[in-house]
């Protein structure tokens, strides 16, 4: 056979092996958009479905407002998991998520400090004169500081203690300025303060919902224009399952409501 003859075989049969490979189902990666509060017990949760599944999951992570404005923008995010339901009702109302958001588990802010009596009394604690700064979420764009807010007000202390505050861009940044010893208070999510990592640090009072309006943690598949992930679909399901569920509990969320 020629030279000419052996290099037709060799494009042909290098058409073919490309062809035959892109046919082959590729394992899907999951990407998933949290809010903050939620990450430590996704750490979990993510873990028994990428073993039920075999999909990878990876997870961005920030305040639900920045999380927000990224999709409006077009992020290529699955699944959205806020720590509200207004931001992706939001985004419900301008048609990016394929289905109406529902509400997976509702979040819980306790008032944390490195050192306080199990008996200690929340107005006491925060209108404190010893205590120099306090430590919340941005209320513009997390709504665990939107939550923060509500009960300074409803306990008449914010106008008090509003110079003593320092916004957090999320949860996240939030904690680190209590831990890190930048503040003498702040306010969390009861998930937070049940991880491993912060069992036994410091000291935290779960706040009475009388002060608040109820965290609800909303949750949605964003739509992708063309074509669908199976994966999400699932995950979704997953979140909204009895194994879900108990971790979530574990981790200081309601689920019965």
């Known amino acids: 056979m020629s030279k000419t ?10 058409v073919l092996m490309t062809t035959l490979g892109c046919s082959q189902p590729k394992p899907q990666t999951l990407t998933i958009a949290a809010a903050a509060n939620v990450q430590y017990a996704l750490d979990s949760l993510i873990s028994i479905f990428e073993q039920e599944t075999g999909t990878g999951c990876e997870v961005v992570v920030s305040s639900s407002g920045k999380l927000t404005a990224q999709i409006s923008k077009g992020a290529p995010y699955d699944i959205f998991l806020s720590a509200d339901m207004k931001y992706p009702e939001l985004l419900y109302g301008e048609g990016l998520l394929k289905n109406k958001p529902v509400v997976y588990a509702r979040g819980s802010l306790v008032l944390w400090g490195p050192s306080m009596s199990d008996s200690a009394d929340l107005w006491q604690l925060l209108s404190s004169d010893e205590i120099r700064k306090i430590a919340i979420a941005n209320p513009k764009i997390a709504p665990y500081g939107i939550g ?12 008090g203690v509003e110079e003593k505050l320092i916004y957090g861009e999320s949860i996240a940044q939030t904690n680190h300025f209590m831990t890190s010893g930048a503040t003498g208070l702040g306010f969390t999510a009861k998930s937070v303060v049940m991880t491993p ?8 009072v779960e706040v009475n919902t009388a002060y608040y309006t109820p965290i609800d943690q909303g949750m949605a598949i964003i739509n992708h224009e063309g074509y669908e992930l199976p994966s999400a679909q699932a995950f979704y399901d997953f979140m909204r399952s009895s194994r879900a569920q108990s971790i979530l509990n574990y981790f200081g969320y309601q689920t019965d409501f």
Do not use: C, P
Not at 5 to 14: L, T
Not at 197 to 204: I, L
């Open 5 to 14: 003859g052996h290099a037709f075989y060799f494009v042909i049969a290098v």
């Open 148 to 159: 923060a807010m509500e009960v300074l007000t409803s306990m008449n202390l914010l106008d």
């Open 197 to 204: 990592q912060m069992r036994n640090v410091g000291k935290w």
